[in-house]
Nanobody, 115 residues
Framework: QVQLMESGGGLVQPGGSLRLSCVVSGSISSINAINWYRQAPGKERELVATLTRVGSRNYADFVKGRFTISREYYWNPVYLQMNSLKPEDTAVYYC?????????WGQGTQVTVSS
């Protein structure tokens, strides 16, 4: 049974930092990529960052230079380091795992950027 669980969300002031973690359990050997998505109230879910099994990293333009995706040994955990946070970064952040046979989602963690 594959499960993904996010943690690390919270309330932070503009300009601050947070580090999100995604812990993966299950068929770790079949992971092709781990993605971070986010969804703000009233908006569609959008891709934030991707880390592939070969180590390639991709970022949405709106987080380039501010966010960094990384992982510990063997995918656990996968981090999203978020610096220079802006109010528009407020959203529920989801960890998404692309496995050999299907995609799995975590339950999400709330990030609120506000003074």
């Amino acid at each position: 049974q594959v499960q993904l669980m996010e943690s690390g969300g919270g309330l932070v002031q503009p300009g601050g930092s947070l580090r999100l973690s995604c812990v993966v359990s299950g068929s770790i050997s079949s992971i092709n990529a781990i993605n971070w998505y986010r969804q703000a109230p009233g908006k569609e879910r959008e891709l934030v960052a991707t880390l592939t099994r070969v180590g390639s990293r991709n970022y949405a333009d709106f987080v380039k230079g501010r966010f960094t995706i990384s992982r510990e040994y063997y995918w656990n955990p996968v981090y999203l380091q978020m610096n220079s946070l802006k109010p528009e970064d407020t959203a529920v952040y989801y960890c998404n795992g692309e496995f050999a046979r299907r995609v799995y989602w975590g339950q999400g963690t709330q990030v609120t950027v506000s003074s």
